[in-house]
């Protein structure tokens, strides 16, 4: 995404046993590990699960420049807002799909990652 496809975000989708469309649930996290017990809780109860590395966005360090800050050089925006802007992005590719229900989609996260699901 991004000008000339510069920016890359590694998305994990996990969708349930069934026929969707499915509900969804968006996390954006600072890695992607593999299934979890929470994981399979949601599967189980029919929601699509959407893990985004936001990382991939923006680094979580200090005056390191990530993609999509070196993609868009003349917006001043900190590293929350950049994760938001992808969990967005993320949002935009979700309703693409007929096997998620794009009305129903909620986003979380953990901390900052809290912070981001809020903006």
Known sequence: MGPQHAIRVNVRMLL???KGPFPAIIINANHQDGNTQIDNEFIKH???LVVYNRTDLDPDKNHQAGPAELAYPDH???T???WAWG???V???LETLESI???KVTITGHSR???TALL
């Open 16 to 18: 349930p046993v069934g």
């Open 46 to 48: 029919g929601y699509a």
């Open 76 to 78: 001043d925006w900190a």
């Open 80 to 82: 929350l807002a950049m």
């Open 87 to 89: 969990g967005m992005r």
């Open 91 to 93: 949002l935009d590719y």
């Open 101 to 103: 229900d794009s009305t």
């Open 113 to 115: 990652g809290g912070k």
